[in-house]
């Protein structure tokens, strides 16, 4: 997300209910999300921490937001004909009207891009500073009862953007890349593809998917980025 002004990318998205505002804790040797307390909930027990001493404030939530393909500084895109850029092996799956095919490419050593279904919602409190004098007030105890943060460092999570549904791919090829084709042709202010419901190119190694189970928002939608208040 360097090349985009939303935080941190994370390469394997995290449930919401374990990963939102206010919630603390770190990434081990295998990057997976090691939660030690959320401080969004004050029911939660958070097994001896002081509280935040200033009031939290929550930011109203956006829920609307539409996103088309994010990609790295080093990946271009290029529209292509429908002809050209349709596999026998999309053509024979295809689950709906394709209106634009796009091929992603970098002309350095690797590439990445983000897919990310519609509408993305994002979450986030403002000031970091309450953070920040939690951090000062409980570093003694957070050393003592999670010495590994001092390898992999501590995060407080302070503002999240969320997806039901998403696709990601990274590769350090030179001039490797994907096709995608998308159900739209129009290309929203600001993006280099169209944003909405996509299909990737069969011939395509290298994507990772996720899929939240559940309908609802808040409890299984998957974050893509985040910002840290303090590492």
């Known amino acids: 997300m360097k090349n985009h002004p939303f935080g941190t990318a994370l390469y394997t998205p995290q449930p919401y209910r374990l990963f939102h505002p206010g919630s603390v804790g770190y990434f081990d040797s295998n990057s997976s999300w090691n939660p030690i307390v959320d401080l969004s909930s004050p029911s939660d027990p958070a097994a001896g921490y002081t509280p935040v001493a200033e009031r939290l404030e929550r930011a109203p939530s956006e829920t609307s937001i539409q996103w088309g393909p994010k990609i790295s500084a080093k990946t271009k895109a290029h529209k292509v004909g429908l002809k050209a850029g349709l596999s026998t092996a999309v053509s024979a799956v295809m689950p709906f009207d394709i209106g634009a095919w796009y091929r992603f490419s970098?002309?350095?050593?690797?590439g990445a891009?983000?897919?990310?279904k519609s509408p993305v919602r994002h979450e986030k409190y403002y000031y970091e500073s309450p953070f920040k004098v939690w951090i000062r007030d409980n570093a003694t105890l957070l050393l003592n009862k999670r010495t590994e943060i001092v390898d992999?460092?501590?995060?407080i999570v302070t503002s999240t953007w969320s997806v039901e549904e998403c696709a990601i791919n990274v590769w350090s090829e030179t001039g490797h890349g994907v096709s995608v084709g998308f159900k739209t042709s129009a290309v929203g202010l600001g993006e280099l593809a169209p944003s909405g419901e996509w299909h990737e190119d069969g011939r395509d190694e290298g994507w990772?998917?996720?899929?939240a189970e559940e309908v609802s928002i808040d409890p299984s939608t998957y974050n893509l980025s985040d910002f840290r208040a303090y590492v």
């Not at 970098?106 to 690797?110: A, L, M, P, W």
């Not at 992999?152 to 995060?155: I, M, N, P, T, V």
């Open 106 to 110: 970098s002309e350095g050593e690797g």
């Open 113 to 116: 891009i983000l897919l990310a």
């Open 152 to 155: 992999y460092g501590l995060w």
């Open 208 to 211: 990772l998917k996720v899929k």
